[in-house]
């Protein structure tokens, strides 16, 4: 689509992505929250953690993605999302 499409793609990437800046421990959503603006997020430096309801974590490192799900259906979020680093 890029070589297709060049201006529709550049609308995509300025209006339909944004940064996120967070500090440690920040939280970036909670698990039961039901996102009214669904997103979906890339780690561009640092890392995060998913840990689920039963307390299951997870490492999001540089250039991994979470909450993809969001994007395509009805979601709600089963685990808190913080900033490590």
Not at 41 to 49: N, P
Request: aromatic content about 10%; glycine content about 4%; proline content about 6%.
């Amino acid at each position: 689509y890029d070589a297709l499409y060049p201006h529709i793609m550049r609308q995509i990437c300025h209006l339909a992505a944004s940064n996120l800046q967070s500090s440690p421990d920040d939280v970036v959503f909670i698990a039961g929250a039901v996102p009214l603006r669904p997103k979906m997020y890339i780690v561009r430096s640092g890392s995060l953690e998913y840990t689920t309801v039963n307390g299951d974590s997870s490492r999001v490192k540089q250039e991994e993605w979470v909450s993809e799900p969001a994007l395509w259906i009805r979601w709600k979020h089963r685990g808190i999302l913080r900033s490590v680093n």
